[in-house]
Nanobody, 125 residues
Framework: QLQLVESGGKLVQPGGSLRLSCAAS????????IGWFRQAPGKLREGVSC????????RSADSVKGRFTISRDNAKNTVYLQMNSLKFEDAAVYYC??????????????????WGPGTRVTVSS
């Protein structure tokens, strides 16, 4: 059974760092595009970053470029989202999702098929 589980969310101060993990089971994560999304209260879900099959490409939203980095550890079947220089507006529930097998990836929700339950990131002083 295909499953994604996010972890790593917690309370952090502005300017701090966090690393989120997205652990996969039931499939080999390396062969699929993986996206990170977030949803803050009262806002639409937005794409944050993605990585294509075989790590051919990554893409990040303008709001996080230079601060967030997506990566994959194939041995652990896990994708990470390293978040640095966190801002108040980064607070949200973060979700990872799996899409198809492609050498490109996108930040639209409808490109992804299965989602994890999410992990909450709180940014507060």
């Amino acid at each position: 059974q295909l499953q994604l589980v996010e972890s790593g969310g917690k309370l952090v101060q502005p300017g701090g760092s966090l690393r989120l993990s997205c652990a996969a089971s039931g499939f080999i994560l390396e062969y699929y595009t993986i996206g990170w999304f977030r949803q803050a209260p009262g806002k639409l879900r937005e794409g944050v970053s993605c990585i294509s099959s075989g790590n051919e490409m990554t893409r990040s939203a303008d709001s996080v470029k230079g601060r967030f980095t997506i990566s994959r550890d194939n041995a652990k079947n896990t994708v990470y989202l390293q978040m640095n220089s966190l801002k108040f507006e980064d607070a949200a529930v973060y979700y990872c999702a799996v899409g198809g097998a492609s050498y490109e990836c996108g930040l639209q929700s409808n490109e992804y098929d299965e989602w994890g339950p999410g992990t909450r990131v709180t940014v507060s002083s």
